[in-house]
């Protein structure tokens, strides 16, 4: 995979992202309006974060009259598997057994989610693959929302 480039997003673009693949193409201040609150920013912080992402060709926009509507360039499948194809090599050494053994000894997977790997894999082998995204939709994986999980 040499040469190959890594596509680098940081916490704040992520979210940006995030909010433009649930929501479609939005303008700056649309965006803004969808920002956790914490994270208000004002609309030249924003603008110059999606002109950035532009330039990094995360991000295109269209011209609206006098305003851009910014969409993504990338889907939420691409960008998170191309993540974690680079997570996994750099500190798995592409060891995507080392990382759910890791992710079981700090019982960061319950029971239940490996018994779904489990099915999911099972289901890959016999051919009937499932498309589109394998995160479930706004499924929080915070460590209190960890930590109140049941087997």
């Given amino acids: 995979m040499a040469g190959r480039k890594t ?23 649309q965006l803004m309006e ?4 914490g994270d208000r920013q ?4 924003v ?8 330039k990094a060709g995360l991000l295109r926009h269209r011209e609206e009259g006098l305003t851009y509507r910014y969409e993504p360039t990338v889907s939420r499948q691409e960008a998170t598997g191309e993540l974690l194809r680079d997570f996994l090599t750099r500190f798995f050494r592409g ?7 890791g992710l079981v000894d700090t019982q960061e997977l319950s029971p239940r989610e ?13 051919g009937s693959r499932s498309a589109g995204n394998n995160l479930p939709e706004g499924k929080d994986k915070s460590a209190s929302a960890r930590k109140r999980r049941e087997p």
């Fill in 95 to 101: 060891s995507a057994e080392a990382l759910v053994l």
């Fill in 47 to 54: 603008l110059g974060l999606l002109q950035n992402m532009e």
């Fill in 114 to 126: 490996l018994r779904d790997i489990e099915a999911k894999l099972k289901g890959e082998r016999a």
């Fill in 7 to 29: 596509l680098a997003i940081t916490d704040r673009q992520f979210e940006a992202l995030r909010i433009l693949w649930d929501r479609g193409p939005l303008t700056v201040r």
């Fill in 42 to 45: 004002p609309y030249t912080t």
């Fill in 34 to 37: 969808h920002l956790p609150r």
